[in-house]
């Protein structure tokens, strides 16, 4: 069985984000199942962690993909242990409320359509039995949706944290149409995927 995961934090990442399915990655193999990894390639993350590289399995296909991040045109960084996680930025007044008003999910909704169109053709060239999305950001799994309703697939959607419920955004102000979207968009991946868990 091969499986494709589409995750927004992979080492180098750090934090708690890249946690889970750097683990699942590397015990999926001992059950029969062939995990193939979807993640960006030029990112900026808020936390680096270069020991955990070595705990990628030497045998697996990692995909990668370059972003787009629209906040970089809004925060700047002073150094490199001063980033901004560009996500879940909070309590910064005019920029809490762009971030949460316009780009929804999350800033990540601009990687959706180029990683739908890099994937499909990956899709049509190798035989892949399930997609399995984990976010935040929640646009991973906007990018699962899609190309669910193209392929008829099995898909899993893996909540590591709420979606219209998260709780930073309350910080973001975010106006009714606002809220809305992000609910109708939460409602939608709910509706078409085989399965979903939360932690």
Known sequence: MKVLIITYY????GGSG??????????LQEFGIEPVVYTVDNVNYPKEDNTLIKEVPKNIEVLKQSIWEPTNLLFWKKNKSQKSG???????GLLSFVRGNFFI???????????VKYLQEYLDSNKIDAII???????????????????NIKWIADFRDPWSDLYYNKDFNQLSFAK????????????????????
């Not at 890249?18 to 015990?27: G, T």
């Not at 999910?105 to 990683?115: C, E, G, N």
């Open 10 to 13: 992979w080492p180098p990442a």
């Open 133 to 151: 999305s984990t976010g935040p950001p929640h646009s991973m799994h906007l990018i699962a949706h899609k190309l669910q309703q193209k392929n």
């Open 105 to 115: 999910p999350d800033p990540k909704i601009f990687w959706v359509k180029p990683s």
């Open 86 to 92: 560009v996500s879940n930025v909070s309590k910064s």
């Open 18 to 27: 890249v946690q889970r399915w750097l683990k699942f990655v590397k015990y």
């Open 180 to 199: 809305n979207k992000n609910r109708k968009l939460e409602e939608a991946v709910l509706k078409k995927c085989r399965l979903y868990f939360n932690s």
